[in-house]
């Protein structure tokens, strides 16, 4: 069952833990790919000044302003595509970051589309999520309620989910801290580890 629009116009911050679990699908003429979601990043629009909408509409973000459940897909430092989807009020351009997926479908292809056989490493981060499902410019803008393409089924929710500051966002001042980077607990997919899970390492490992 592909995710109905109304599950995006929700408080972002819930869409961001609860897109964890749920599965992207892309169909491309190479075939299909897919995975299920395991950490999101929440960006609260004029709230947030980590957020690409924080100051001012701009054409790079005229999605975030056209409805929800669409693709922001951007691309950063010239060279990997990033994939957001759109959420929140009707009137607040919000949007969340999918930084990581648990390889599901067409792996081969997303093999070779990232150039490694290394599972857990295909789609660990939002450069290398786009690159392995094969998204890029084009899809920006792109229903994710509709089937065919780029699109979001129904998951299972995950048992647990971990609450931590987001990957690259030193340079906002008022939000850098904020807990609005979510993943499943205990999955080998997710990009970096959670806090929790870092210092639970550093104890085993102390012991």
Same mark, same amino acid.
């Given at each position: 069952?592909?995710?109905?629009?109304?599950?995006?116009?929700?408080?972002?911050?819930?869409?961001?833990?609860?897109?964890?679990?749920? #599965?992207?699908?892309?169909?491309?003429?190479?075939? @299909? *790919?897919? &995975?299920?979601?395991?950490?999101? /990043? =929440?960006? $609260?629009?004029?709230?947030?000044?980590?957020?690409?909408?924080?100051?001012?509409?701009?054409?790079?973000?005229?999605?975030?302003?056209?409805?929800?459940?669409?693709?922001?897909?951007?691309? #950063?430092?010239?060279?990997?595509?990033?994939?957001? @989807? *759109?959420? &929140?009020?009707?009137?607040?351009? /919000? =949007?969340? $970051?999918?930084?990581?997926?648990?390889?599901?479908?067409?792996?081969?292809?997303?093999?070779?589309?990232?150039?490694?056989?290394?599972?857990?490493?295909?789609?660990?981060?939002?450069?290398?999520?786009?690159?392995?499902?094969?998204?890029?410019?084009?899809?920006? &803008?792109?229903?994710?309620?509709?089937?065919?393409? $780029?699109?979001?089924?129904?998951?299972?929710?995950?048992?647990?989910?971990?609450?931590?500051?987001?990957?690259?966002?030193?340079?906002?001042?008022?939000?850098?801290?904020?807990?609005?980077?979510?993943?499943?607990?205990?999955?080998?997919?997710?990009?970096?580890?959670?806090?929790?899970?870092?210092?639970?390492?550093?104890?085993?490992?102390?012991?």
């Amino acid at each position: 069952m592909i995710l109905p629009r109304e599950f995006y116009m929700r408080d972002t911050l819930t869409v961001a833990r609860e897109l964890l679990g749920q #599965i992207l699908v892309h169909e491309t003429p190479e075939g @299909v *790919t897919a &995975g299920i979601i395991v950490e999101t /990043e =929440a960006y $609260l629009g004029k709230l947030d000044d980590a957020a690409h909408s924080y100051k001012k509409s701009t054409k790079r973000v005229q999605v975030q302003y056209e409805g929800k459940g669409l693709a922001y897909v951007y691309r #950063i430092y010239g060279l990997h595509f990033c994939m957001n @989807v *759109t959420s &929140g009020a009707t009137d607040a351009p /919000e =949007a969340i $970051l999918l930084r990581a997926l648990e390889p599901l479908e067409g792996t081969e292809l997303m093999s070779r589309r990232r150039r490694t056989d290394r599972l857990r490493n295909l789609c660990a981060g939002p450069g290398k999520l786009s690159q392995a499902l094969g998204i890029t410019m084009d899809c920006y &803008g792109a229903d994710l309620t509709r089937p065919g393409g $780029l699109y979001l089924l129904r998951g299972e929710a995950p048992g647990q989910v971990l609450a931590s500051r987001r990957i690259g966002v030193a340079y906002a001042e008022k939000c850098r801290d904020a807990l609005w980077r979510f993943t499943v607990a205990g999955s080998p997919f997710v990009s970096v580890p959670a806090d929790d899970e870092k210092r639970e390492k550093r104890q085993i490992r102390g012991k």
